[in-house]
């Protein structure tokens, strides 16, 4: 009886490590296919959360280079009364820390480019 406790826990455990990142990425931000970003971009803040020499490589037109790793240095920077876009290079993985990161520093909206710069069709500027 016992080991069939131990069991059912460690199923939960391993199930609630798969479900609990998916639900706070969907409580902290909205995640966007790239139709529905294009269209916010004129009224939003667009941040690409990638290292410094990507964004240099490429990067989304009007776009500001707030690196993941730095962003709690950045906040300052970002208005809280404009929503806030934020992209990386694909998935977004990096992404959902940044955004509860942004939601906690009081920025009421903030959005998602679902598959990330690398299906972005729209236009980029290009470094090097």
Request: proline share 5%.
């Amino acid at each position: 009886m016992f080991i069939i406790i131990i069991d059912i826990i460690l199923v939960l455990v391993i199930i609630g490590m798969f479900v609990y990142p998916r639900w706070n990425l969907k409580r902290n931000t909205k995640i966007v296919e790239e139709a529905e970003f294009a269209r916010l971009m004129p009224t939003s803040q667009l941040i690409d959360i990638r290292e410094p020499n990507q964004f240099r490589v490429s990067h989304i037109l009007g776009a500001r280079n707030l690196p993941s790793g730095q962003i709690d240095q950045s906040l300052n920077a970002l208005s809280k009364h404009k929503p806030v876009l934020i992209y990386e290079t694909g998935k977004p993985v990096g992404a959902a820390k940044v955004a509860k990161k942004l939601k906690k520093a009081g920025i009421p909206e903030v959005y998602i480019l679902k598959k990330g710069l690398n299906d972005w069709t729209g236009k980029t500027k290009s470094g090097m």
